[in-house]
């Protein structure tokens, strides 16, 4: 998946029956720009209200995912956020005509097939993606039902299921990589049981289901008289009671079709998060409502580690190191405060500096409680950033750059010998006329010990 953000290369419409309601919809999704993410409008509601795609706006969970903000609603969203998720769509608006989404054929297919015909659009902003760093767990301790989500290098699910039921019992759905996505899960449909029917219809739902927009199972054997009562109310013909299975017109996809349309529901819940995470997670029984507790947690997390530090691997090849650092930048001992680069992107750069009782600075700051000037700190950070300008150059060499002014500067955590910085910098405005904008961090470890925001010109040296 690409480091940069995403949105539609163009806007497509789909039209369907609401899956509750039973009216005609149809939901239009058009491109939006960088840092926008997922908002939904009801174009059918007086001025028109836009609804954030996240999920603290969830309201409901029973039979689906349910977003409301004031008077506004809108249901069924989440095959539709799960295809955008899926195909790393990050900005996206959709128009709606009435109050869900259409259920089509109950599955993502439609969605991820429009989105590539209309194609992908590159975005200028990097993609923020959260790193899962330790085992994180959300449970309902009355149902059993879990999430758990561990540490991984990339995005992964495993999916087990599990129903009294002797044609649905346990199933289990696995997708190791986003890219299979389209082949191995879009194609999956919503199900129903049949004991489930009469329930959900004296509430006024599914006014829309049918056998060619949900795979109905037929598990548990009715009176002939009341399985001919619920075909009546479904507009099906009436099928013999003692013949169990499933009813479809149009058979399984996949064996476990149940299982994989479950971990089709987590991706469009997680879309509800509002940035991809990175890490491995581990679905038992779910539903949409524990994947919308976990769906939160994980924003609540986010929040409390809004700075998340870059991870570091010691023993892996730098993308710098101190022999190309010192023919970008001028800096000699004592004043080279980066030993490599780790990472390098188009706009941001990690580095790092490992601080010994040797540094000389600590001879007389301070002798009995040796500590980093802060100072040197924000030197080092602007030296970072400096490689990150100096490598867009063609002779770098030539050049040099030169603080303009610095601020928001913040001291979190002292610095001492022992410690591994770790320094974050990107580009927060483009280079224009030799003039670079950016916003540092300083990590040690997890935690953030500095920040600044730095504006340095590059200048030409004397010859």
């Known amino acids: 998946m690409s480091n940069k953000q995403q949105t539609l290369n163009g806007s497509f419409s789909l039209f369907g029956k609401g899956l509750h309601t039973g009216l005609n919809l149809t939901v239009t999704f058009n491109p939006a720009p960088e840092n926008y993410g997922y908002k939904i409008q009801r174009i059918d509601l007086p001025g028109e209200p836009i609804i954030d795609a996240i999920a603290e706006n969830v309201t409901e969970t029973t039979r689906g995912t349910v977003l409301t903000k004031g008077e506004a609603r809108v249901s069924t969203v989440e095959h539709a956020m799960a295809a955008l998720f899926a195909l790393g769509i990050d900005n996206c608006l959709m128009q709606v005509n009435g109050p869900e989404f259409p259920i089509l054929d109950g599955s993502a297919k439609y969605y991820v097939e429009n989105i590539e015909r209309v194609g992908i659009k590159e975005q200028n902003a990097e993609r923020d993606t959260f790193i899962i760093k330790s085992k994180i767990e959300i449970k309902d301790e009355k149902t059993g039902n879990s999430i758990i989500v561990l540490p991984d290098e990339k995005f992964s699910l495993n999916v087990l299921v599990h129903y009294d039921s002797d044609i649905l019992f346990n199933q289990y759905a696995t997708l190791e990589s986003m890219t299979d996505f389209k082949d191995e899960i879009a194609s999956s449909r919503t199900f129903v049981f049949v004991r489930e029917l009469e329930p959900l219809l004296s509430a006024g ?27 009546d109310i ?27 349309h479950k971990l089709l529901d987590i991706i469009g819940d997680l879309a509800l998060i509002g940035k991809p995470i990175q890490g491995r997670i581990v679905a038992t029984c779910p539903g949409h409502g524990i994947n919308n507790k976990f769906a939160r947690a994980m924003r609540k997390i986010i929040r409390q580690h809004e700075i998340q530090a870059p991870i570091y691997v010691p ?26 680069v780790t990472e390098l992107g188009s706009n941001h750069i990690v580095g790092i500096k490992n601080v010994t009782i040797n540094e000389p600075f600590f001879n007389g700051h301070f002798p009995d409680e040796p500590v980093m000037p802060g100072v040197l700190i924000i030197e080092a950070l602007s030296q ?12 770098p060499e030539k050049y040099s750059t030169y603080f303009l002014k610095i601020d928001k500067i913040a001291f979190h955590k002292k610095v001492v010998p022992g410690d591994t910085l770790i320094f974050k910098v990107e580009q927060i405005a483009p280079l224009r006329h030799g003039i670079s904008v950016m916003k540092g961090y300083v990590f040690v470890g997890e935690r953030l010990a500095a920040e600044a925001q730095f504006t340095g010109q590059i200048i030409k040296n004397k010859q």
């Not at 739902?205 to 075909?231: F, S």
């Open 384 to 395: 970072c950033g400096g490689l990150l300008v100096m490598n867009m150059l063609d002779e």
């Open 205 to 231: 739902l599914i006014k829309g289901g049918d056998l060619d927009n949900a795979i109905v199972i037929y598990e548990r054997q009715l009176p002939q008289d009341k399985y001919d009562r619920l075909a």
């Open 315 to 340: 023993d892996r090849e730098p993308v710098m190191d101190v022999n190309r650092i010192r023919q970008l930048l001028p800096h000699r001992f004592p004043m080279l405060l980066v030993d490599k």
């Open 234 to 260: 479904m507009g099906v013909p009436h099928m013999d009671a003692t013949k169990l299975g499933y009813l479809n017109h149009k058979p399984l996809v996949w064996n476990n079709e149940p299982a994989r």
